[in-house]
């Protein structure tokens, strides 16, 4: 039989420390909170820069699908078999980036084929490669349209451009932004 004032299983004298326990929880769940909000305006910027679009990007995969819409449902408008392909990424929706590729195609990709690390592919008949990052700087070597490199340390209208040859080799060397899709700033 119920007592009045009482919950059914409730002994007389408990209701002091219920409601105890109940703060307990209370503060241990605002502490929880509290830590989550610092946690996050710590990387909110971070996550913030690491979204704004357009961005570069280069394609992490050597096989990759195009889509025509931001699914697998979508038709496969383009199949790319390049690694370190660049692209421009425009937008995102849903796990697929809307990105644009050096010859002006657009489309969706799977995300996760996508790498933030940036690259470059040469778009004129040849590029010169020099020691420094102005245009006085020595000759080391010419590359060839659609010769892809990564893009690292840009400086004014130069950026360090680092290839990897056919017998496994590395060759770097500073490029003008003019002459290597992705090197221009978005």
């Known amino acids: 039989m119920k007592q009045a004032g009482r919950r059914a299983g409730q002994q007389p004298g408990n209701a002091q420390s219920n409601r105890t326990a109940k703060r307990w929880v209370a503060k241990k769940w605002a502490a ?10 710590s990387v909110g910027p971070v996550h913030a820069a690491a979204n704004e679009y357009p961005h570069w990007g280069s394609l992490k995969a050597d096989h990759a699908n195009m889509h025509v819409g931001p699914g697998f449902d979508y038709r496969v408008k383009y199949i790319y078999q390049r690694k370190g392909l660049p692209v421009k990424v425009l937008r995102a929706m849903g796990g697929w ?3 644009e590729d050096p010859d002006g195609a657009r489309g969706w990709v799977l995300q996760r084929l996508v790498s933030k690390g940036r690259t470059g592919m040469v778009k004129g008949d040849l590029a010169e490669v020099r020691e420094r990052n102005d245009g006085s700087g020595r000759l080391l070597w010419r590359a060839r349209q659609g010769v892809i490199g990564k893009l690292d340390k840009c400086s004014g209208d130069w950026c ?4 990897l040859t056919l017998q ?5 060397g500073w490029v003008s932004r003019t002459v290597v899709w992705g090197a221009v700033e978005l």
Do not use: C, E, P, S
Request: no cysteine; net charge positive.
């Open 32 to 41: 929880v909170v509290a830590a989550a909000l610092v946690a996050l305006a």
């Open 97 to 99: 980036w809307l990105v």
């Open 160 to 163: 360090r451009f680092t290839i």
């Open 168 to 172: 496994g080799n590395t060759r770097q």
